[in-house]
Structures are given as structure tokens and as C-alpha cells.
């Protein structure tokens, strides 16, 4: 019998995989760098591969005390730059006349994807820089994407043979590069984005084909590179997603997290999120994510997280992005405030060029978000909600606390009109005095029937240029509303 090329490429690829699979998950590489130590999870059991055992584990704290993370969405895409990070997708599935006139008037024809792999060169990417410029902005984890749905890896796995930045572009593992310098230069906690999914992969597309009633795609490609990157990089995060086309069960999600949480080298102190399967989002795993951009505006009975970027437009990098395209410092700290307020992590992505440099604007926003972390960082890092989130006369304040040092902390978006700001719901028979952050000495306040009446100072004596943040001391311990 005479194979097509294609249904011959199958078979390679299959024997390759059968071959090199019978690896995943044996052994345990050493990371490079040094491992954070971790904050342990208390486990009176081993956990089942069921959701009701799985969503029992605790959460491990660091994460929620450190409410602010980087997001890195880095890859081939990052080389047209055009669109957003689904380019490939645009371009070949959906057919996007804006993606298919960019291809034709700017590329011969032929011209395919898997040539733009080779223009991924990373030539200025520094590993050490990009450390140094999270650490300044504040923040205390980073997400870097290690695979997106394009199945481009930024580590040499054995599971990505010839597209991977070893093999194909730059000629380097990037994602280790990564994890060297945080572990070794920071107190960053260095987590993991990794896509179940990948658009065109043959035994992906085989699975279809059969209605997901093989699973070869999964136990040749997902699981065993999912083994490889917690053995070999030790991440503090493992930040699922392409999860949307099939079922957990399909993906095998809860037999791996049952694996991550009681055997594997992170067992003690990984963190995960809510994309398992079709039906997992806001429902099952680790942290909810519940979409991208999410910021309810509610206190919510679940620890979550808003990912969100600084291009409005797309999370990859885009050569012909406006000015207007990126949120202001304003708009970046407004969505801190919410989200914090309601009990959520904030997941701040920039999208790196092809070269590996942060272009000067996404760099300056996350200066800026740093400059005024080191002042109003008090009313973020380790805060609870408070016992309302918003005030309900003064639009533009968001509330957090520390319940043990008997303090709320009310973030104010704008500075109030005649300096004096009026907080409704505030009791001021439980307020012993008001400070605020940036600025010396006590302030002035009253009552206000309903709630207090603050006078704030000079704005040009307090060191924030954004938000400004009130400590609210009070003679007891408040709680969130249940």
C-alpha cells in the first residue's frame, strides 16, 4: 500500500512519540538556579484524582500575599507582530481578510509559518534585564507563556522536536534562561503557562477526527511535556489553558494534578489555575481565572485572578500599536484597586518583539506601576477584602485591610475636590486616627453622617502621582462581608 505524505508524516511522528513518551515523567531533573523554599501545604492526605479532592487543597499563600504577577507572552508570533498571538490561526483557519492581505502583500507566496521560526532570533533577549525590570515593577511572581497553542516551545523538549527555540530561531533555551536568572537574582516565584492545545499538531488533529474517542495527542504531547517542564524547571505556577475544545477527562487533567500535588518536585508549594477541561473555568482547580480580563467588581467567595495585559488589543507583541492602545498608569492602578479590593491577584502581561527586547512603553508602565507599589504597597501585598469594597457615596475609592493590624486602607483613584474627602461607609465611632501614605504626619477628619470626613494635604507635598491610599486605623478587627 502506497502512504499519502501527509498520512506518512503521521506515522513518523507517532513512532517518534511512542518511542521518546515512554521517558515522561521518569526521573527528576535538577532545576537550574536556586528553587524559593517553599510555604508548605498542609496535606493530611494523599489527594484523589477527583475534583471534590483536588479542589480541597489549600492554596498555598504566598500566592495571595503577593497579589501581583508578570504574564510573558513570547513566541513565533512575536515575529509578524501583526494581529495578535493567534496570527496562525487568523491566517489559516479563520481566514482573516486583514491577516491574509498582510501575508499576501508583505510575503511570497509559500511563504508558511514555520518560516517565521526562523526569524525568532531573541538576539537582545536578556534574561537578567527582564529580571531587574520585574523586580522594579513590584510585582511578585512571573508567568512566562513556555508553549502557546502555536506548539512552539521556548525549552529544547524532547516532545517539540524541530520547532523549538533550541532546535529552530534562536538557538537557546530561553525559558531556562528565564528561570536561571529570577531564582538566582530575585525573590520572584517563576511560573509556567503551557497550552494543552495546539492548533495544527497531526495527533491533535487525528483525536478530532474521532470525536476525542483517542487520546494519542494527549499521551504522546500534552502530559509528557506538562512531566518535563515541572521535572526540569520547578514552577511555582502551572498556568494551564487551551483547555476549551474537550473535556478534563480528555486531557487526563485531574490524574496530572493528583500527580503535581502528592509526588512531583513543587508538590508543597505549586499553585494552579481553573483551565483543565471545557467545563473546569471558574469551577475546579487552583485559583479561578473564570475568563481573560476578568474583574467582577464584587468580592468573590473564591480566590481568582485578573490576567489582563497592557495592549488592549493583543497579549502578543504588535508592531503597529498606537499610543492609545496601552492602558495609562491610571487605568493600570484603577484595575489593581478593583481587583485587589475584591480579593483577586492581578497577572500584568507585556508581549516581547522577536529580538527579546520590552518595548519602552510596556518597560514604563511597569516602572511606573513599581514607583507607586514602593509608596501604597502597604494597602496591597498581603491585604484581605475589607468589609466593603467600594464607598457607596465617593465613586473612585476601593477598600483592603489588615484585620490584625486593625487598619483599611481606602485607595483613592482621584484626589478629592477641595481636598476633603467624604467616606460613607466608614464607622467613624471604631476610626482612632487617618494617615496617608506618601505624606508625613496625622490628617485631619470628622464625622460626616454618614461616615467620615477626611482633609487630605497639599497634593504636591505627597510623593504618589496616581492613586492615593488612606490607613484608616480602627479600635477593632473588621471582617469581610459574608
Known sequence: MVLKKSSLLFVVILTFCEAIAKEAGNGLSQSKGKVKSPVNVQRAHEYEPTWESLDARP???????GKIGIFIHWGVYSVPGFGS???WFSWKTSKNERIVNFMDQNYPPGFTYQDFGHQFTAEFYNATKWTELFKKSGAKYVVLTSKHHEGYTLWPSKYAFSWNAMAVGAHRNLLGELAEAIRSDSDLRF??????????NPLWIADLATNLTTDEFVKFKTLPELYELVNEYQPDIVW?????????????????LAWLYNESPVKDFVVT???????????HGGYYTCA???NPGILQPHKWENCMTLDKISWGYRRNAQIEDYLTPDELIKTIAETVSCGGNMLINV??????????IQEERLLQLGQWLEINGEAIYSTVPWAYQNDTLTPGVWFTSRPNEKKAYAICLDWPEQSELQLAVVDGTQVSGVTLLGSEGSLEWELGNPGIKVKFPNVVDNKSQWAWTLVISTTQQSKPKP
Request: proline share 7%; net charge negative.
Open 85 to 87: 498571538e493567534w496570527f
Open 351 to 360: 508581549g516581547p518583539t522577536k529580538e527579546g527586547i520590552i518595548v519602552p
Open 59 to 65: 492554596l498555598p499563600s504566598w500566592y495571595d500575599e
Open 292 to 294: 481573560d480580563r476578568y
Open 273 to 283: 489555575n481553573d483551565r483543565w477541561g471545557h467545563k473546569t473555568l471558574c469551577t
Open 240 to 256: 494551564s489553558d487551551g483547555e476549551w475544545e474537550a473535556p478534563d477527562s480528555y486531557w487526563q487533567s485531574k490524574e496530572f
Open 191 to 200: 511560573g509556567l503557562y503551557h497550552s494543552l492545545y495546539e492548533w495544527f
